[in-house]
């Protein structure tokens, strides 16, 4: 199957600073990406989608001057988590589809980044 | 936006044991899939079942597909300790959007 990277797989940062997660698609080319954050115990909550050369579509309630993505090529995106505060600690997860475009496809996920601000 | 329920939230077997997870869901959609997690790591794809579809398998893992009650089971028989992590189902909703939406998920704990 495609293989989706994530880097780093964990950060720990003083709260103020801004932390930046990639995303990478290694053997596809996507044009979408999605971004979610995982509480302990929890599922995954949709943050935004990640759209190659345009604008992210943010979810309802998620501060997109708080969390800036960038999808600049069509295998990489970035979050930015900006101003970081202790809440922003959580486990955030990338995923694309498969880029057949056929439908009914999975969703290929990166390893996941734990973000700890101090 | 989250949509999906799963029963129950942690469930803790036997080596050697069947494990059953339900997931129930509210619109309609194209597919449900099944993903495991480990702890602290990235998910993975178990299994797709298609609106259309009733039933599937895949090696120790089965599937089922109820579109008129909106529910979903996930059943793996002669379970290992290494098949202990989180499960999720996620629906891939009707409309186009290629987003899916996750369940709560089942801890599930295979005792050696």
């Known amino acids: 199957g495609a293989v989706v990277s994530q880097h780093p797989s964990w950060v720990i940062c003083k709260s103020g600073t801004s932390v930046k997660i990639e995303c990478r698609s290694l053997?596809?080319?996507?044009?979408?990406m999605f971004w979610y954050r995982q509480f302990p115990k929890q599922s995954l909550m949709l943050m935004a989608t990640s759209n190659e050369g345009s604008k992210a579509t943010y979810e309802q309630g998620v501060e997109k001057d708080k969390f800036l993505i960038n999808h600049a090529s069509l295998t990489l995106s970035t979050l930015t988590v900006t101003s970081a505060h202790p809440e922003d600690s959580s486990f955030y997860i990338c995923?694309?589809?498969?880029?057949?475009?056929?439908?009914?496809?999975?969703?290929?996920f990166g390893q996941g980044t734990r973000l700890t601000v101090v | 936006s989250q949509q999906g329920e799963e029963d129950p939230q942690a469930l803790s077997i036997q080596e050697g044991e069947n494990a059953t997870m339900n997931c129930s869901y509210k619109?309609?959609?194209?597919?449900l899939q099944w993903y495991r997690q480990n702890s602290g790591r990235g998910l993975v794809h178990l299994i797709l079942i298609r609106s259309n579809e009733r039933e599937k398998h895949s090696g120790r893992l089965r599937v089922t597909l109820d579109t008129s009650k909106k529910s979903s089971s996930l059943l793996i028989t002669a379970s290992r300790a290494a098949d202990t992590a989180s499960y999720f189902c996620a629906t891939d909703p009707q409309g186009g959007s290629e987003k899916l939406v996750f369940g709560k998920g089942t801890k599930l704990t295979v005792n050696p």
């Open positions: 619109t309609s959609i194209n597919n």
């Open positions: 995923s694309a589809r498969d880029p057949s475009g056929r439908p009914n496809t999975e969703a290929f």
């Open positions: 053997d596809f080319q996507a044009t979408t």
